[in-house]
């Protein structure tokens, strides 16, 4: 029996170092060391058997056993070092950079051709004293409309044909609600340009969208006259194209103002509307509270696609919503 068993403990210890020695990963090390060493382990196995064994037998027999479990340990401890050096080892070696390598480059984001005219347009109001002023895109009926001076069954609403919801709200058509909406949380004097995205039921062309931006400027005080809304939208289209673009004032009708007048540009060789200004109608000023014997303003709107076309001599308004990378990729 002694033979025996010392003869299957030497060839367990013979099997467990070639198994250990030959493992490829810390898993498979791991499910060694439970196939020899765990409680249900073949060394544990071939160890219960000692209790057949006589006093005297048992010391040596335990001997060899534990040194060959001390053994079969320093082999699992000397084999993990080796598997997990060697994955240090192919990790950095995954990992290393070669700096001699040409690096990857990534293109600069710009803006937007419009992102950018409403940004220059704004820079130049700020530097003139006007306070940014911004509202909601789905609007009611009353800012929309009603507080400027268009009820229900006036014919302008025609000009401004806009998209409904059920509930009576709609995408405003000008961001004139910005200042009915300003108005009436803050008394005069103001300054405000309102910037935004607007909506119209407009038949798409090289110069027409039926989404587009817009920018509307409102000036209210005691004293003022045309004569500072006129200085003011020379003051900014100077700023804007310089000195030598043609520029002409011609009258025009707007519900919220009296009077009224538009402004054109030359733009490839021939007249092109760019915004409308005017007066603010003394309706508007009652429906916010202000009182039209005290003070006076002058508001103004334009389309910033139709900036853009003339800064950038662009022909086609519908280039700016088709995202083609050759065309953005020039400014």
């Known amino acids: 029996m002694i033979t025996d068993i010392e003869s299957r403990l030497k060839t367990l210890a013979q099997e467990a170092q070639e198994a250990i020695a030959s493992s490829e990963s810390l898993s498979q090390l791991e499910e060694l060391r439970v196939s020899y060493l765990g409680k ?69 984001g710009k803006s937007h051709p419009l992102q950018s005219t409403i940004d220059r347009i704004l820079d130049i109001f700020v530097g003139l004293g006007y306070t940014v002023a911004e509202g909601p895109q789905i609007e009611s009926d009353y800012y929309n409309f009603t507080a400027l001076n268009t009820p229900e069954d006036h014919p302008a609403r025609d000009m401004q044909d806009t998209f409904y919801f059920e509930d009576g709200s709609l995408l405003r058509t000008h961001t004139s609600s910005v200042q009915i909406r300003y108005m009436e949380k803050n008394e005069p004097p103001i300054r405000i340009i309102a910037p935004g995205r607007v909506y119209r039921r407009d038949t798409v062309d090289a110069t027409h969208s039926a989404v587009f931006h817009q920018i509307e400027i409102l000036a209210v005080g005691k004293g003022l006259t045309f004569t500072d809304l006129k200085g003011t939208i020379k003051e900014f289209l100077r700023q804007m194209f310089g000195d030598d673009l043609p520029t002409v004032f011609r009258a025009s009708y707007f519900p919220f103002t009296e009077p009224s007048a538009e402004v054109d540009v030359q733009w490839q ?13 003394p309706n508007v000023l009652k429906a916010v509270g202000y009182d039209p014997e005290i003070y006076t303003g002058f508001a103004a709107g334009l389309g910033v696609e139709r900036f853009a076309m003339i800064l950038h001599k662009i022909d086609d308004i519908r280039r700016l919503y088709n995202s083609d990378l050759r065309f953005l990729q020039q400014f």
């Open 40 to 108: 249900k382990g073949q060394l544990s196995l071939i160890l219960k058997e000692m209790g057949k064994l006589s006093a005297e037998e048992r010391p040596r027999i335990g001997a060899i056993a534990n040194e060959i479990k001390t053994t079969i340990q320093d082999n699992l401890s000397n084999k993990q070092q080796n598997l997990q050096q060697a994955e240090i080892e192919k990790q950095i070696l995954a990992e290393t950079l070669d700096v001699t390598m040409p690096g990857v480059s990534y293109p600069l």
């Open 269 to 281: 060789g021939k007249w092109l509307e760019v915004l409308g200004c005017g007066m603010v109608d």
